[in-house]
């Protein structure tokens, strides 16, 4: 093949592409079948099927069984605000994730004590084993399940206090800077990172959407004069939600 020159099955899955995007092809219309395509491209059945993956790992078509392959209807991406600690009035754990005030939505959520794995040792800083709270959360936008969460702390940290379950007691279902100030503990950081990975087959049912589909994951840590007390993975799908960073210029 020359140099500088796409493969065959890049060239149709580029052409199909541009007529989904363009509005040739809408959404929920039925794609090309692989005869018809090998008939207008000429091109063989393996280019054909080949242009077909790439068009559905991209998230442009999705295939209905017994009925075929079909244009997935793209939807306008939602803004995660990321953006600090919040007055405590708006410190809830729905606000805590979603910054932005014009949104309003729900969450679910479920506590249990459990040995940490070495990951969130390592990111609490404590031992392998060590007794901490995990709390996972589903939060809903308009109803519709929108992103997940799980938080680890320490119980070295909250064990036997008015604050151990996050949505039990005084503090319940307020945020992370507000529940540890109750039991004297300062919270002054807070690091993130954010990276991406296919999703999960129980992330993927949670949130209503197709198991593989690329999905930005949120590692959040607060810190204590240096010491981690709560760590968290939160779970967004890419194609329906994009990450905004509002921070101060110190």
């Given at each position: 093949?020359?140099?500088g020159?796409?493969?065959?099955y890049?060239?149709?899955a580029?052409d199909?592409?541009?007529?989904?995007?363009?509005?040739?092809l809408?959404?929920?219309?039925?794609l090309?079948?692989?005869?018809?395509?090998?008939?207008?491209?000429?091109v063989?059945?393996t280019?054909?099927?080949?242009?077909?993956?790439?068009?559905?790992a991209?998230?442009?078509?999705?295939?209905?069984?017994?009925?075929?392959?079909?244009?997935?209807?793209?939807?306008?991406?939602?803004?995660v605000?990321?953006?600090?600690?919040?007055?405590?009035?708006e410190?809830?754990?729905?606000?805590?994730e979603?910054?932005?005030?014009?949104?309003?939505g729900?969450?679910?959520s479920?506590?249990e004590?459990?040995?940490?794995?070495?990951?969130?040792?390592?990111?609490?800083?404590?031992?392998?084993?060590?007794?901490?709270?995990?709390t996972?959360y589903v939060?809903?936008?308009?109803?519709r399940?929108?992103?997940?969460?799980?938080?680890?702390?320490?119980?070295?940290?909250?064990?036997?206090?008015?604050?151990m379950?996050?949505e039990?007691?005084?503090?319940?279902?307020?945020?992370?800077?507000e529940?540890?100030?109750?039991?004297?503990v300062?919270?002054?950081?807070?690091?993130?990172?954010v990276?991406?990975?296919p999703?999960?087959?129980?992330?993927a049912l949670a949130l209503?959407?197709?198991?593989?589909r690329?999905?930005?994951?949120?590692t959040?840590t607060?810190?204590?004069?240096?010491?981690?007390v709560?760590?968290a993975?939160?779970?967004?799908?890419?194609d329906?939600?994009?990450?905004?960073?509002?921070?101060?210029?110190?």
């Amino acid at each position: 093949m020359p140099f500088g020159e796409q493969p065959a099955y890049l060239r149709v899955a580029g052409d199909l592409r541009r007529q989904i995007v363009d509005g040739s092809l809408p959404p929920h219309t039925r794609l090309p079948s692989q005869a018809r395509i090998r008939q207008e491209y000429g091109v063989s059945d393996t280019v054909a099927l080949e242009a077909r993956k790439v068009l559905m790992a991209e998230g442009l078509v999705e295939g209905r069984s017994g009925s075929g392959t079909y244009v997935r209807e793209q939807p306008v991406p939602q803004r995660v605000v990321r953006g600090g600690y919040r007055p405590a009035d708006e410190s809830t754990p729905f606000r805590q994730e979603q910054g932005d005030d014009r949104v309003r939505g729900s969450w679910d959520s479920h506590s249990e004590q459990e040995p940490a794995s070495p990951d969130v040792a390592a990111r609490l800083a404590i031992e392998a084993g060590d007794r901490v709270m995990r709390t996972h959360y589903v939060y809903r936008v308009d109803g519709r399940p929108a992103m997940l969460s799980t938080s680890w702390e320490p119980l070295s940290v909250t064990g036997r206090s008015p604050v151990m379950l996050p949505e039990e007691g005084p503090l319940a279902g307020r945020g992370v800077v507000e529940r540890m100030a109750a039991i004297e503990v300062v919270v002054d950081n807070v690091m993130e990172e954010v990276g991406a990975r296919p999703g999960r087959a129980e992330e993927a049912l949670a949130l209503g959407c197709v198991p593989g589909r690329a999905v930005l994951v949120v590692t959040r840590t607060y810190f204590a004069s240096g010491r981690p007390v709560e760590t968290a993975d939160i779970v967004v799908p890419a194609d329906r939600f994009r990450l905004s960073y509002h921070l101060p210029v110190r």
